[in-house]
């Protein structure tokens, strides 16, 4: 995959070991609320389970419940039954894992040995237009929000709805500055391409886009064109590079591909400004060199192999998004 030197693969090894490896979202939680698998056991579905992240090195996770189609006539409900849900499965293996709400929650479980789990909602729908629910979600300990899956809700447009060509409600402007008061991580994912500016203008501190692609790899709505790219990283955010390239009738992903990913994002945004977005659990099939959550150590190598630094590596692997959590709380 990678011709290492034996140097160069003792450096991908004690980086890997010493950063706190940070994989900015995943879909398992579905898996689990659907009864397919639980959190605690290896198995040979999906990419995440506590398992495959502890033998990957992985040290924080930030597990999505997304908000299906099929729940948006009852999201609130949907939403907080899932978050029941993972949270049992956190507590039945707190041995290896614990729940995590900020940048010191994440800190404090990289030294002590276990996987800080993080929770976000995926999808604005959660909120069933009732601001209220915020304060109630950041009290269960949800830590971020996606503000739109590919729909049209109540915040703003989603990537695959724009026919009207809208951005951001009056409802959604409320939102972002209600997320920010309650020290709650905005992310952009899956928005409109007139939301994510709006977004923009509204936002006082650093948002996220938690997994993304070059509109150059994929050239869809919900992936980000070079002067987004440029932005995010004008406001402080942070852009999570993402795997999910076989989706929306894209290519076969590869480990390759995803390093050139990162390579672009840091070419026009600044290595600050680039992370990892898995979207493990929410694509289908796998990607060469990386088929889980267990194979995350082949970014350390592929990062060391072209040429990044310590502290590059160790900021693309998790510092920058510990970052902008820590200016967000």
């Known amino acids: 995959m990678f011709n290492l ?5 003792e450096r991908a090894r004690r980086l890997h070991k010493e950063s706190i490896v940070f994989d900015a979202h995943c879909d398992t939680i579905l898996s689990v609320i659907d009864g397919e698998r639980s ?4 198995s040979e579905k999906g990419h995440i389970d506590i398992p495959r992240l502890k033998s990957g090195g992985v040290k924080a996770q ?12 009852d999201a609130v409900h949907r939403t907080m039954r899932g978050i029941s849900i993972f949270k049992k499965q956190i507590e039945q293996n707190s041995k290896d894992i614990c729940f995590a709400c900020n940048a010191e929650d994440i800190k404090k479980a990289a030294k002590n040995g276990k996987i800080a789990a993080l929770l976000s909602i ?38 695959q709805d724009l026919r009207s060509g809208g951005g951001l409600s009056d409802f959604g ?18 928005i ?13 501190k650093p948002f996220i886009v938690s997994h993304s692609l070059p509109r150059k790899f994929m050239d869809i709505p919900r992936n980000l064109d070079d002067g987004q790219i440029k932005a995010v990283a004008e406001k402080g955010g942070v852009i999570g590079a993402t795997f999910y390239f076989s989706s929306y009738g894209g290519q076969q992903g590869s480990i390759e591909k995803i390093l050139d990913v990162i390579d672009y994002f840091a070419n026009i945004a600044g290595v600050d400004h680039v992370g990892i977005g898995s979207d493990f659990d929410g694509y289908d099939g796998n990607v060469a060199g990386i088929e889980s959550c267990e194979k995350m150590i082949n970014i350390t190598r592929g990062l060391v192999y072209r040429g990044y630094s310590d502290e590059d590596i160790s900021k693309i692997l998790g510092k920058n998004f510990i970052r902008v959590f820590e200016k967000t709380s």
Do not use: C
């Open 192 to 204: 409109s391409p007139k939301g994510f500016w709006d977004v923009l203008d509204v936002a006082q």
């Open 122 to 159: 995926e999808g604005g729908e959660a909120l069933q237009g009732d601001i209220h629910m915020l304060r109630i979600y950041r009290e269960l300990g949800v830590s971020s929000l996606v503000l739109t899956w590919n729909h049209r809700n109540a915040i703003a447009d989603g990537a």
């Open 62 to 73: 930030v597990f999505a419940v997304f908000v299906r189609p099929d729940w948006y006539h």
């Open 173 to 190: 402007v409320e939102v972002i500055k209600e997320m920010e008061r309650l020290g709650m991580v905005v992310d952009i994912a899956h």
């Open 39 to 42: 959190l605690g056991d290896r």
């Open 5 to 9: 030197s034996e140097d160069q693969e």
